[in-house]
Each structure stands twice: as structure tokens, then as C-alpha cells.
């Protein structure tokens, strides 16, 4: 009973680790000098920052936290067409929408506040790791938002935007269909003009989350769909705006639309969301962009929700190594083999045990890295929107386009083994319900598949932005790295972390030489070597981060700066992840260039079940 009343109340409680993020953004990123030479952040002072970072970190700590496993548990039910979401999960979405946050990244214009684009990354750590099947439900609003901004016209903004960046109303992206997912080149969803210069929307689209619920009165949905005459593929796609509720002449929500929930899928994992079957039967919606140039605009959101779909790989891990690390600090079992840790207990606590260890750091190590990874992205979002010239933006972009896919499928790779490892360390009790370790595990499956499975990411990694670049994106970033490396050069002490980061740097372009000349003989060789290629690129990537971990703490050591505990277990997980994980590029350089003979040379009639 003792155990199970500590499960409950532990799987309840995640602590936003602000000291980390203090630490990533300022020691590592330097956020400060960021923000102040970005253009139109005027307001986004250090004083500024830590305030939303501790109203953040309540938030999510006290309202959304304790509302997991309450997710988890209820789901979302359906009747007849309606969807209902978890007891609780509207009063938050009320509390979020009256405190403002909705808006916190949003322009001026639109009523939002006018702060950078990072900010609300952080945001979306914190209430993802608490709870990411609410989390869902604002994060989708935004990609909603960021493609009104960038595609809509000024009365589409004015009709549908300012809503959702008050939270009165949120979004969705509709894109999924039952005979397609990935190729979205094979939808069928149509839309025909009306006189009224309109479109019927008709069709059926799956997987859709956040479609229906009932934490707000209304859903804009963004959607997907082929004109009358258009081309096949994915050149004959446009965008759509389309909300469950009508406009009145005054802009409100007026009648139902001709869009309803068909169903509601039943999963593995975030229950508390709805991911629903929508269909369209003849529903009016307007078109967004140039027609036949939807994919275009989706990218808008499709790459939001990529960044967002990365949070969520981070937010597994921190929650995992929460998790486990105050298990193993209180479970007594065995003792220690070099002699009892604790003498006068029947048993040592299991965080002694060298295994224990191990998976307590893997944990710690994705967790961190991918924070300073995902705070980088999210520099670079900003830098891309806001940049002082023409030149900085684009370099930014640049920069951005080669990470994107590797956050995306690396962050949630590394998540989900550290949500697995989480559990592992609780052992039985961690396949246990009541410990919330096993939730932690299903959520986080979902993050490799959606917005893009692994392999389409390193697909789109090896062949659209390094292959089909000649090298260019990727070349720019290994110079990076080497201006790095030999700037810190003359320190010994670092070169534990600068060494094997210097020599990967090497190795990489040279695998993608290798890569490339045997993709010119047959392009099968490209696909193949894709996932392990991009896994290989995500290990270095996260070195050169640790890398930079490393010369921060070092440089406040030095400085008789900040905590000096805290500092020293930055230095020794850096080494740790150089040491323990970073050979994981070895095997993976030596399958990706394996060669695709040994995926390909077998006869599709020799997969035949018996």
C-alpha cells in the first residue's frame, strides 16, 4: 500500500527543471545577447524572461501536471458526433487562455504580444513534459496561427486569427487520409467554388488531432484539399480554412458547418487528446494561398509541428529521468559491490548500482542535450523571422533546415529509449500502472510517427537538404563546429569533449562523400543508409552541444561562478555522453555504408508468411 500511495503521488508531480533551462539558455545559447540584438523584442528583457519561466513552470506544475494521469485514465469519450475531454482539462484550457499565454508569441497586430517566437517554445517544454496530451490541444493552434500569418488574407486573419491568438477559438491541420498518410500526393478531399466565392469542402481525413472537443466554442480547421482542375500529385493540392462553426456578419461563431466528428480513435497513448475522424460533407471553407499551392503553405505548419513534435521528445525524457532518479534515490535493494552505501539500512538505494547509473545518465544526457539542441532550433526560428539583414535571416534558415529532421527523429528516437529506460529502472513497479512510468512509454510512441516517421525525416535529411545541396548545408555547419573547436583548442582540460567532437566532424562530410557517389549508381543506396545517416548525424550533433555545455560550466568554474555542484555534474555528463554514447557513430558509419544489397537483394516472394 506504502508503494502504491507513493506511485500515485509521484507519477503527479513534474518540477520544471528551471535551473537547467536558466543554464541552456543563458551560459550555453546566451539568450540575453540574443534577444537584445533581435529585431522587435524590445520587451523581451532577462527580468521578462524569468518571469515566464516561473509563471510557466507554475502552471505547468500545479494545473497541468496533476491532470496526466487524470488523461491517461478517462480519455476523451464520443457520443454522437461530440467529443468530451477529461474532467479538468477545460478548466485548465480557461485558466491558460485567461493568463494569456495563447498570445504571448503572436504579433501585435493580432492581438498577441508581440514576444519572440523561442519564448513559446520554452512554454511548450514545460506544459508538454506536465501533460502533452493537453499540450496538444494549444500547440496545434499555433501552427494554425503561423500559417494565417504567413498565407491569409488580412480579412481571414481578421476573421479567424484574432480569436485564436486571444484562445477564444483553437486550430487543427488536416491532412491524413485513410489511403494516405505520408503520400499526400494521393488525397481525394475536394473542394468545389460556390457563387459566394467559398469552397464545398468534401471528403474524410483520419488521425486528426485535437479535431473536436469541447474546451473551446469553436475549431478552425486547416485542411487540405484538390480543386476541380487540378494537376495530380502533389502539385494539384491547396489550402483551406474551415471552421466548425460558420461566421455571423459580425465575425462570431454562427451556424454549424457541414464538418463533424465521425469518431474517435481509440491508441496506445494520449488518451486526453482526441485524435478523430473528421468528414466533410460539403462544408464551406475558403481558400488560404494560391490555389494549387497548398502543400506550399502547409509547410508553415508542417514545420512547427515538426520543432513541436521534438519538444515532445525532450519532454519524454526529462519526465522519465524525474521519474526514475527519485525511485533509485529511495528503493532499497542490495548492496552496493563495493561495500554497503548505506549501513544502517537493510539495503542500499539502487541508484549505487553501476547499470542503475548508467540508465539514470542516458537519461539525463538525452534530456539535457536535447534541450540545449531544441533551444538552439528555436534561436534560429527567431533569427529567421527577426535577423538585423537579409543575409543573417537566410543563413538562419539555412542553419534550421538541416537541424529540423534531425530534431524532429533524433530528439524522439532518444526520447523514447529514455522513457523506456525510465521505466527499466523502476523494474516491476515500473510496468505498473500506478507509477505513471508505463504512460510515459505509450505517450511517447506516437512522437516517431507523426509530422514525418524517422525514416521520412532521414529521407528528407540525406536526400533534400544535404545530397540535393551538394553538400552546401551541410558543410556550412561542420565549419561551425571546427571554428568551435579550434577556439577552445588550448584548453586541455576540454579536449576530452573537443577531440572525439573533432574527429566526427571529420568522418561526416566524408560518409555523405561516400554516401552520395554510391547513390549516383543506384539510388536505392540512399534510402538505405537514410536512418542510420541521420541517427549518426543526431549523436554528433548533440556532441557539439555537450561540447558547448562543457566550455560554459568550465568557463563559471573558472570563474568561481554559479553552482559549483551543478556545474561539476554538467562537466560529467558531458563526458559521459562523449565517452558512453557518442561511439554509437561507429556502428552506425559502419551500417550506412553497408551498402542497400542487403535490404534489397531479397525477393519480395520470400517475405510470404507461411
Not at 500502472?433 to 510517427?449: F, H, L, T, Y
Request: hydrophobic share 40%; proline share 4%; with cysteine.
Amino acid at each position: 500500500m506504502a508503494a502504491l500511495v507513493y506511485g500515485c503521488l509521484l507519477m503527479g508531480v513534474y518540477n520544471p527543471p528551471l535551473r537547467d533551462m536558466r543554464f541552456a539558455l543563458r551560459e550555453v545559447l546566451e539568450f540575453d545577447k540574443h534577444y537584445a540584438a533581435l529585431a522587435g523584442a524590445e520587451e523581451a528583457t532577462p527580468d521578462t524572461v524569468d518571469a515566464i519561466l516561473e509563471e510557466g513552470a507554475k502552471f505547468a506544475r500545479d494545473v497541468l501536471s496533476p491532470l496526466n494521469a487524470v488523461g491517461d485514465e478517462q480519455g476523451c469519450s464520443w457520443d454522437d458526433g461530440v467529443v468530451t475531454t477529461p474532467a479538468g482539462f477545460k478548466e485548465a484550457y480557461q485558466q491558460y487562455v485567461e493568463g494569456g499565454w495563447p498570445s504571448m508569441t503572436q504579433a501585435d497586430e493580432h492581438g498577441g504580444q508581440g514576444l519572440p517566437e523561442s519564448l513559446g517554445t520554452i512554454l511548450s517544454e514545460m506544459n508538454g513534459t506536465a501533460n502533452w496530451s493537453w499540450a496538444m490541444y494549444p500547440g496545434l493552434s499555433h501552427g494554425a496561427m503561423n500559417t494565417l500569418a504567413a498565407h491569409g488574407t488580412q480579412q481571414q486573419q481578421q476573421d479567424y486569427l484574432t480569436k485564436l491568438v486571444s484562445g477564444e477559438w483553437t486550430g487543427t491541420m488536416c491532412l491524413t487520409e485513410s489511403h494516405c498518410g505520408t503520400d499526400l500526393g494521393l488525397l481525394k478531399t475536394r473542394a468545389e467554388p460556390q457563387d459566394d466565392g467559398s469552397y464545398a469542402i468534401t471528403g474524410q481525413k483520419i488521425f486528426i488531432s485535437a479535431g473536436e472537443h469541447d474546451m473551446a466554442e469553436n475549431i478552425v480547421h486547416i485542411v487540405l484539399a484538390r480543386l476541380p482542375d487540378a494537376p495530380q500529385g502533389t502539385r494539384g493540392i491547396s489550402l483551406f480554412i474551415v471552421p466548425k462553426y460558420s461566421l455571423d456578419a459580425q465575425g462570431d461563431k454562427g451556424a454549424r458547418n457541414q464538418v463533424n466528428c465521425g469518431s474517435i480513435e481509440h491508441k496506445m497513448g494520449i488518451h486526453g487528446n482526441a485524435t478523430c475522424v473528421l468528414n466533410f460533407d460539403g462544408a464551406q471553407g475558403y481558400l488560404i494561398g494560391p490555389p494549387n499551392r497548398g502543400l506550399n503553405c502547409m509547410f508553415t505548419f508542417m514545420n512547427t509541428a515538426r520543432i513541436g513534435t521534438a519538444i515532445q521528445g525532450l519532454a519524454h525524457a526529462e519526465l522519465a529521468f524525474q521519474g526514475s532518479l527519485a525511485y533509485a534515490r529511495d528503493r532499497l535493494q542490495m548492496r552496493s559491490l563495493s561495500g554497503p552505501a548505506a549501513p544502517d539500512k537493510p539495503a542500499d538505494p539502487i541508484i549505487v548500482h553501476p547499470d542503475v547509473r548508467r540508465m539514470l545518465l542516458t537519461q539525463k544526457a538525452f534530456a539535457e542535450g536535447g534541450r540545449m539542441f531544441l533551444y538552439r532550433c528555436a534561436q534560429l526560428v527567431d533569427i529567421a523571422h527577426q535577423g538585423a539583414s537579409d543575409e543573417i535571416r537566410a543563413l538562419a534558415e539555412q542553419e534550421l533546415s538541416l537541424l529540423t529532421p534531425i530534431a524532429k527523429a533524433f530528439l524522439t528516437e532518444t526520447g523514447y529509449e529514455a522513457a523506456n529506460l525510465g521505466l527499466q529502472c523502476l523494474g516491476g513497479h515500473g510496468y505498473i500502472k500506478e507509477w505513471g512510468m508505463e504512460q510515459n512509454v505509450r505517450d511517447a510512441r506516437i512522437a516517431m510517427i507523426y509530422e514525418g516517421t524517422t525514416g521520412v525525416q532521414a529521407i528528407d535529411l540525406l536526400g533534400r537538404k544535404v545530397l540535393s545541396s551538394q553538400g552546401a548545408l551541410l558543410r556550412a555547419y561542420t565549419q561551425q563546429i571546427d571554428e568551435f573547436c579550434k577556439a577552445h583548442a588550448d584548453k586541455p582540460r576540454l579536449s576530452r569533449y573537443l577531440r572525439p567532437l573533432s574527429k566526427l566532424n571529420t568522418q561526416w562530410p566524408e560518409l555523405t562523400r561516400r554516401i552520395g557517389m554510391a547513390a549516383l549508381q543506384d539510388k536505392e543506396e540512399a534510402g538505405a543508409a537514410s536512418v542510420d545517416y541521420l541517427m549518426y548525424s543526431g549523436y554528433v550533433v548533440l556532441a557539439y552541444f555537450w561540447a558547448q555545455a562543457a566550455v560554459a560550466a568550465d568557463r563559471q568554474l573558472e570563474l568561481g561562478e554559479g553552482d559549483a555542484t551543478f556545474l561539476r555534474a554538467k562537466l560529467f555528463t558531458a563526458r559521459f555522453y562523449t565517452e558512453r554514447l557518442l561511439p554509437r557513430t561507429k556502428t552506425l558509419a559502419q551500417t550506412m555504408l553497408s551498402g542497400a544489397d542487403n535490404l534489397m537483394d531479397l525477393d519480395e516472394a520470400h517475405f510470404a508468411l507461411p
